[in-house]
């Protein structure tokens, strides 16, 4: 594949797998596998080099996390969770087929031909690993669902800015636990201009502590609301250099079936924060 044999869909593996550059050639970790397999024959380490990379994929990690500490489940299970999660149509069946035979060649998954069932076979990666690219948000894990908005805030540097049309002030304790002086000097709070009413009733006394304690640890935190034109723009978390698109924040704390995603395609924010209002003044 690294001497210019490689069709379009191989192009199109290796992308997905995170084994090429912008110009379709191999990066670092492909030239790796490439030499490893093809070169020295070094199979174990062609196929930890794989395996890593099967690892990233969404559908993957959609898998992993839907199904971990469940034992053994039937591939109409595996089907139902990445169509859910967009990954599959629901009658795709043979395709998830394909992908769990691959990952049972690499020691991903136990996948029984005979009984039509799936088990998990290597844990979920630890803090010391690769962050996943979708974090999966599940109504049967509701504290992995908060978890995983605790970890995406814990993952972000300089500034916390939030977009969230419907925000509950009952999201400044997730923020007062993640947002450590040193790390994060500025949150920014975003929100829709529907149920202000209920957030000034409820929230102001809450947020203006919060504000209080964030000043005090050199922390600058504001809350706007948007025009009614932008009531309705997605959810966001940014940070310096990263964006997280976000499920809507009642998908999130009651559960339903969706994903927390980084984007290569930030919003706007700066335009959304100059056009917004003061919540508390």
């Avoid at 080099?49 to 199904?67: C, G």
């Avoid at 529907?194 to 504001?222: H, N, P, V, Y």
């Avoid at 997605?234 to 310096?240: C, Y």
Wanted: hydrophobic share 40%; proline share 5%.
């Amino acid at each position: 594949m690294s001497l210019g044999s490689a069709g379009d869909s191989d192009l199109a593996l290796l992308s997905e797998l995170g084994l090429l550059k912008a110009d379709n050639t191999l990066n670092a970790e492909g030239r790796e596998f490439d030499e490893a397999w093809w070169v020295y024959e070094d199979f174990e380490r062609a196929e930890a080099v794989m395996k890593a990379a099967l690892l990233r994929l969404p559908a993957v990690q959609t898998i992993m996390q839907s199904l971990h500490g469940r034992g053994a489940v039937p591939v109409r299970g595996v089907v139902h969770y990445l169509a859910s999660h967009g990954h599959v149509e629901a009658e795709e069946t043979k395709q998830v087929r394909a992908l769990l035979t691959v990952l049972r060649s690499a020691g991903v998954v136990s996948y029984s031909n005979q009984k039509q069932t799936v088990r998990i076979t290597v844990p979920i990666p630890d803090d010391g690993g690769p962050e996943p690219k979708v974090r999966v948000v599940n109504p049967e894990r509701p504290y992995t669902n908060l978890r995983h908005l605790r970890e995406v805030l814990r993952a972000c540097r300089d500034h916390i800015w939030w977009a969230e049309p419907h925000f509950v002030a009952k999201l400044l304790e997730p923020l007062t636990d993640e947002a450590e002086s040193g790390r994060i000097s500025k949150i920014r709070i975003l929100t829709g201009a529907a149920g202000t009413d209920e957030i000034l009733d409820r929230g102001k006394k809450d947020f203006k502590r919060f504000r209080k304690e964030m000043k005090a640890l050199g922390i600058e935190a504001e809350w706007r609301i948007m025009d009614g034109a932008r009531d309705k723009h997605d959810r966001f978390i940014l940070e310096r250099t990263r964006a997280w698109n976000m499920p809507p924040i009642n998908t999130l704390l009651k559960g339903d079936y969706s994903e927390i995603s980084e984007t290569t395609q930030p919003p706007p924010f700066d335009e959304w924060w100059a056009a917004g209002t003061d919540l508390f003044s």
